[in-house]
């Protein structure tokens, strides 16, 4: 991923008002190892039911504000990711709804999907299993990885910038 300014994230930011985007919390970004990225993603620590992903949409950023529901499914069960496809505890995994862009989340139609809690799906694709004769080469199954939640991160995307139907 290329890096971002805390300007081009703040402009990207497509389902917010500007007031909501001038208070939104920046993680790290000095501290952002931008080629180990798909998407830059985290949580608001003054708010944890909001969240926040930015991306790379062509030779633009493109940022949405994302909110947790609360309560989820048993603490046994285990979930799956919608974006890195990575199964785990259900703790580990949250409902998110995104409201639309424009005015038809100004209208409150949402979209929803389940993400990895801590928004951190461009590590997990990197944890790979133990070396084996049946298993490609490790950096090739990065990279189909990170393609595929790229490709389900630009799907999910569309779905927010749909207009209402």
């Known amino acids: 991923m290329k890096p971002l300014s805390a300007t081009e994230i703040r402009g990207s930011i497509v389902n917010a008002t500007p007031d909501e985007i ?40 493109l940022g949405m504000v994302l909110r947790a529901a609360t309560g989820g499914p048993n603490r046994s069960m285990s979930a799956f990711c919608s974006l890195c496809r990575t199964q785990q505890p259900a703790h580990q995994v949250s409902l998110f709804s995104v409201p639309k862009a424009g005015q038809a989340g100004r209208d409150g139609n949402t979209v929803g999907t389940y993400i990895c809690s801590d928004l951190a799906c461009s590590t997990l694709i990197r ?33 927010v910038l749909k207009p209402a139907e």
Request: hydrophobic letters at 35%.
């Open 127 to 159: 944890i790979l299993p133990p070396p084996s004769q049946m298993q490609p080469n490790p950096a090739e199954m990065v990279a189909s990885r990170g393609a595929g939640l790229l490709a389900r991160l630009e799907g999910f995307t569309d779905e």
């Open 22 to 61: 001038a208070r939104m919390p920046l993680p790290g970004l000095h501290e952002t190892i931008w080629a180990e990225r798909e998407y830059l993603g985290w949580r608001d620590p003054q708010s944890p039911q909001r969240g926040y992903i930015v991306f790379w949409r062509g030779d633009a950023p």
